[in-house]
């Protein structure tokens, strides 16, 4: 039987497992010549928008470490554990389930929690 109690009140803070190894911020899009397009579908689409808006320092951040894997994520302030864009994450930052499958797998290569 699962721990219920410990499930529900997992939570992303201090937590970093899911940005340890991206490199930069995982977004649906397409690099030509240095400049993001969308790849096509609602979630790209989002993400480019998401992109756009963005502070010129966190598209250069994003776009300085495209390719970079095993890195903690470019946007990641690792100081005080949280996303320094937040307002602006890619979707599958938005959609990854605290608690699910991935999230566990993560936590626990990195030992965290």
Same mark, same amino acid.
């Given at each position: ?7 529900? !009140? ?10 340890? !190894?991206?490199?930069? +911020? #995982? ?8 400049? +993001?397009? #969308?790849?096509?579908?609602?979630? !790209?689409?989002?993400?480019?928008? @998401?992109?756009?808006?963005? +502070? ?5 951040? =994003? ?8 890195? +903690?994520? !470019? ?9 320094? =864009?937040?307002?602006? @994450? #890619?979707?599958?930052? @938005? ?19």
């Amino acid at each position: 039987m699962k721990n219920m109690g410990r499930e529900r !009140s997992l939570t992303c803070d201090g937590c970093t497992a899911c940005c340890l !190894s991206v490199g930069h +911020p #995982p977004f649906l899009l397409n690099l030509q010549k240095g400049v +993001p397009f #969308p790849i096509g579908g609602e979630d !790209s689409a989002a993400d480019h928008e @998401r992109l756009g808006a963005a +502070p010129a320092a966190a598209r250069a951040a =994003y776009l300085g470490h495209v390719g970079t894997i095993n890195a +903690p994520c !470019s946007w990641l302030d690792e100081a005080n554990k949280r996303c320094r =864009y937040y307002d602006f @994450r #890619p979707d599958v930052c @938005r959609t990854f389930e605290v608690g699910g499958k991935w999230c566990s797998q993560l936590r626990e290569l990195h030992q965290i929690g």
